[in-house]
């Protein structure tokens, strides 16, 4: 069965460091592109960082020079550092990968304190 399995999240202070990563498992079909999303309470879901195969990444701007996203196609895995963080950034944060369908992890708490 496929499978995204997320790891990293937690509770940091204002200007500290995370890195969530985000391996896939059982999957058959090639992965056409990975990244991440976010989703604050009352807020919808929003990308923050994802790549094409092959090609450069694109960010959210309120996360541009402070996230960076890098893609592990030999292992299936995609990598967020998240450097800088503010409270602003606290969110349930989901990894994707696109096969011939949407794939989705099953989220991992991030919570930034002022």
């Known amino acids: 069965q496929a499978q995204l399995v997320e790891s990293g999240g937690g509770s940091v202070q204002t200007g500290g460091s995370l890195k969530l990563s985000c391996v896939a498992s059982?999957?058959?079909?090639?992965?056409?592109?990975m990244g991440w999303y976010r989703q604050a309470p009352g807020k919808q879901r929003e990308m923050i960082a994802a790549?094409?195969?092959?090609?450069?990444?694109h960010y959210a701007d309120a996360v541009k020079g402070r996230f960076t996203i890098t893609a592990d196609n030999d292992h299936n895995a995609v990598h967020l550092q998240m450097d800088n963080l503010k409270p602003d950034d606290s969110a349930v944060y989901y990894c994707?990968?696109?096969?011939?369908?949407?794939?989705w992890g099953q989220g991992t708490q991030v919570t930034v304190s002022s």
């Open positions: 994707w990968m696109a096969t011939w369908r949407d794939n």
């Open positions: 059982g999957f058959w079909s090639v992965i056409n592109a």
């Open positions: 790549v094409v195969s092959g090609g450069s990444p």
